[in-house]
């Protein structure tokens, strides 16, 4: 299955172990993320990093095991959907991964619930997820 992971799912994962975590890693998932998100990975590294209780060196690890299971997707790729995404998301800040989801023909993962006030591209919170993994 593949779906487009948003950036606080990513934080959530590398903040404590959970589900979350888990899902980020299974096998039958193919996840992918617009490239601004690494931007947000590296603005709030500290942050992340200190609530991790780790040390910088295994932040990095970390980011490196998550780089090799997350396909970064540039921004030229799927520019030509920005129009169609502003129109659908609930949020500006969401545009992106809607405009990725809908180049990618796919879902976000996702646990904001007000992105599901949409009807055009499926939002799957981690719940929900694990529940279609599991079928």
């Known amino acids: 299955m593949e779906v487009i992971v948003d950036a606080n799912i990513?934080?959530?994962?590398?903040?404590?172990?959970?589900?979350?975590?888990?899902?980020?890693?299974?096998?039958?998932?193919?996840?992918?993320?617009?490239?601004?998100?690494?931007?947000?990975?590296?603005?709030?590294?500290?942050?992340?990093?200190?609530?991790?209780?780790?040390?910088?060196?295994?932040?990095?690890?970390?980011?490196?095991?998550?780089?090799?299971?997350?396909?970064?997707?540039?921004?030229?790729?799927?520019?030509?959907?920005?129009?169609?995404?502003?129109?659908?998301s609930p949020d500006d800040k969401d545009v992106m991964y809607f405009a990725l989801a809908l180049k990618m023909r796919c879902g976000i993962w996702s646990n904001d619930s007000e992105l599901k006030n949409q009807d055009k591209v499926p939002i799957y919170n981690t719940s929900e997820l694990l529940d279609l993994l599991n079928k």
Do not use: C
């Open 10 to 88: 990513l934080f959530a994962g590398l903040i404590r172990a959970s589900a979350t975590t888990v899902l980020l890693f299974e096998p039958n998932l193919k996840l992918y993320t617009p490239e601004f998100v690494l931007e947000e990975f590296m603005k709030y590294s500290g942050v992340i990093q200190s609530k991790m209780k780790r040390t910088r060196e295994e932040f990095i690890t970390i980011m490196h095991q998550l780089h090799q299971v997350i396909t970064v997707v540039p921004p030229e790729e799927y520019e030509k959907y920005v129009d169609e995404a502003k129109k659908i």
